[in-house]
T-cell receptor
Framework: DTEVTQTPKHLVMGMTNKKSLKCEQHMGHRAMYWYKQKAKKPPELMFVYSYEKLSINESVPSRFSPECPNSSLLNLHLHALQPEDSALYLC??????????????FGEGSWLTVV | AQSVTQPDIHITVSEGASLELRCNYSYGATPYLFWYVQSPGQGLQLLLKYFSGDTLVQGIKGFEAEFKRSQSSFNLRKPSVHWSDAAEYFCAVGAKNAGNMLTFGGGTRLMVKP
């Protein structure tokens, strides 16, 4: 079973709100990722967690705050977002902590609209 | 740093016709190569991957891809397209020394005519 589950599927939030996106996998994967995808564009890497520790932050603004409570869960906390942050946010996971021989599996995504 | 180019932004084929989507990569060593498909409003689904070995890779949904080192290409093919194949297709490359990072191409949108 190669399933990454994301909630909510759709989220509308105001620029002063605080919300969170959640991601869960039960494949025993030790690396988890957040990607951002704008319309008609490829996904862009935001964060990588490896063994529950943040290993890559692609210069993402601090209004996005990731959290990895345990090896199965990954959250993305959102605060004071801008309308241009509206996008599809994809969570992904892979078995190992490097790309060597590992496949990255993606969830269905959370559609975020900032108003 | 690695890069991926998908030269065709849009492709339209008739249902039942064959399909080839192009992907060219730039990387100094043997890369790890992937094809993902994204239906409208959905996440990315892995179609197939190449890590090593046989350069012709079989994937799900009847897709295959061939790694050609001399041409730095990893083109995706399907002998007979179905209407349900209409989607966005992304080629991606991972490098041995780039940790967990995938680099995606710009994507090719496939439209299928009845």
């Amino acid at each position: 079973d190669t399933e990454v589950t994301q909630t909510p599927k759709h989220l509308v939030m105001g620029m002063t709100n605080k919300k969170s996106l959640k991601c869960e996998q039960h494949m025993g994967h030790r690396a988890m990722y957040w990607y951002k995808q704008k319309a008609k564009k490829p996904p862009e890497l935001m964060f990588v967690y490896s063994y529950e520790k943040l290993s890559i932050n692609e210069s993402v603004p601090s209004r996005f705050s990731p959290e990895c409570p345990n090896s199965s869960l990954l959250n993305l906390h959102l605060h004071a977002l801008q309308p241009e942050d509206s996008a599809l946010y994809l969570c992904a996971s892979s078995h190992g902590a490097t790309i060597s021989g590992n496949t990255i599996y993606f969830g269905e995504g959370s559609w975020l609209t900032v108003v | 740093a690695q890069s991926v180019t998908q030269p065709d932004i849009h492709i339209t084929v008739s249902e039942g016709a064959s399909l080839e989507l192009r992907c060219n990569y730039s990387y100094g060593a043997t890369p790890y190569l992937f094809w993902y498909v994204q239906s409208p409003g959905q996440g990315l689904q892995l179609l197939l991957k190449y890590f090593s070995g046989d350069t012709l890779v079989q994937g799900i949904k009847g897709f295959e891809a061939e790694f050609k080192r001399s041409q730095s290409s990893f083109n995706l093919r399907k002998p007979s397209v179905h209407w349900s194949d209409a989607a966005e297709y992304f080629c991606a490359v991972g490098a041995k020394n780039a940790g967990n990072m995938l680099t995606f191409g710009g994507g090719t949108r496939l439209m299928v005519k009845p």
